[in-house]
Nanobody, 115 residues
Framework: QVQLVESGGGLVQAGGSLRLSCEAS????????MAWYRQAPGKQRELVAA???????NYADSVKARFTISRDNAKNTVYLQMNSLKPEDTAVYYC?????????WGQGTQVTVSA
């Protein structure tokens, strides 16, 4: 079993920045892809950014050039640096990882961007 704990959400004004962190713990052998998803009220959960263990990244078009995903494999931690935040970025952000073929989710952290 793997547990994911997110931190770093909060309330920020448009144009501001936030940094999310997500640490994996448990009986970890080797974590594959780590990713951030988000879900806004009334909308489906969507992929924001993903990163492989080797550092290759993928971003949703809506966050390219504003968000940066990174990871520290030694700490089993993934980060999401969010700059130039917009009100439409308001959502619950969830951390996800793939470990031994299974998908694990964090509990989510709220990000609210005021206009």
């Amino acid at each position: 079993q793997v547990q994911l704990v997110e931190s770093g959400g909060g309330l920020v004004q448009a144009g501001g920045s936030l940094r999310l962190s997500c640490e994996a713990s448990g009986n970890i052998v080797s974590i594959g892809i780590m990713a951030w998803y988000r879900q806004a009220p009334g909308k489906q959960r969507e992929l924001v950014a993903a990163i492989t263990s080797g550092g290759s990244t993928n971003y949703a078009d809506s966050v390219k050039a504003r968000f940066t995903i990174s990871r520290d494999n030694a700490k089993n931690t993934v980060y999401l640096q969010m700059n130039s935040l917009k009100p439409e970025d308001t959502a619950v952000y969830y951390c996800n990882c793939i470990h031994l073929g299974r998908s694990y989710w964090g509990q989510g952290t709220q990000v609210t961007v005021s206009a």
